[in-house]
């Protein structure tokens, strides 16, 4: 699985980006699918989860309620849409994929896209 992040840029605090990652692959479908963030100096946390079939969606306790993951399986491609988005929200965004049992710990993933930089300025 080829993993390609989108979407993000420069933008004040209280606004919204919406980060967008296209998979290769005809078995998209199967894959547990997560964003996960790294800030200089910090480890890389998960963001947002969505699993198993995309039936159930996990979020780090820092973006739930401003943020929102999708996916479209027709499409291959793993939406992250940002809301409110704080100073403290910048970061390099990575989207990942795993087939199996992972979901929340950036351990567990197989493949990452190769990042894309938010930064949120006050």
């Known amino acids: 699985v080829q993993l390609q992040a989108s979407g993000g840029g420069l933008v004040q605090a209280g606004g919204s980006l919406r980060l967008s990652c296209a998979a290769s692959?005809?078995?998209?479908?199967?894959?547990?699918m997560g964003w996960f963030r790294q800030a200089p100096g910090k480890e890389r946390d998960l963001v947002a989860a969505?699993?198993?079939?995309?039936?159930?969606?996990y979020y780090g306790d820092s973006v739930k309620g401003r943020f929102t993951i999708s996916r479209d399986n027709a499409k291959n491609t793993v939406y992250l849409q940002m809301n409110s988005l704080k100073p403290e929200d910048t970061a390099v965004y990575y989207c990942?994929?795993?087939?199996?049992?992972?979901?929340?710990?950036?351990?567990?993933?197989?493949?990452w896209g190769q990042g894309t930089q938010v930064t949120v300025s006050s």
């Open positions: 990942s994929a795993v087939s199996g049992a992972g979901c929340t710990l950036a351990s567990e993933y197989d493949y």
């Open positions: 692959g005809r078995t998209f479908s199967t894959y547990n």
């Open positions: 969505v699993c198993w079939s995309g039936g159930i969606t």
